[in-house]
């Protein structure tokens, strides 16, 4: 599985952003997708996901950005969305789109979990 992450960009405190996950495999439907971002001299943290044909596939976010983002996926088009509103000095990051088709639900939220990542797409809220 190949992921294309995209949509990052510098923005002002307060503003939106969407960011993009494009996937190549057919079975886009059945994997688990997760946001995860990684802010500079920190760790990977989570951000968001949500879980695959066959399951609760209810978004499940970060206490850090509920409220705030909304995950969504299109699974026509191989593709899922990270809707970023009110953003925050603190959202700035590298953002890391991430797959899994055998994610437990104790693992969702954790980066060890997935084995599929795309390339990362930067995000910067300037104050």
């Known amino acids: 599985v190949q992921l294309q992450a995209f949509g990052g960009g510098l923005v002002q405190v307060g503003y939106s952003l969407r960011l993009s996950c494009a996937a190549s495999?057919?079975?886009?439907?059945?994997?688990?997708m997760g946001w995860f971002r990684q802010a500079p001299g920190k760790e990977r943290e989570f951000v968001a996901t949500?879980?695959?044909?066959?399951?609760?596939?209810?978004?499940i976010y970060a206490d850090s950005v509920k409220g705030r983002f909304t995950l969504s996926r299109d699974n026509a088009k191989n593709m899922v969305y990270l809707q970023m509103n009110s953003l925050k000095p603190e959202d700035t990051a590298v953002y890391y789109c991430?797959?899994?088709?055998?994610?437990?639900?104790?693992?969702?939220?954790?980066?060890?979990?997935?084995?599929?990542w795309g390339q990362g797409t930067l995000v910067t809220v300037s104050s």
């Open positions: 991430a797959a899994d088709r055998n994610v437990i639900s104790s693992s969702l939220t954790r980066p060890g979990a997935y084995d599929y």
């Open positions: 495999t057919r079975a886009f439907s059945t994997y688990t």
């Open positions: 949500i879980t695959g044909a066959g399951r609760a596939g209810k978004p």
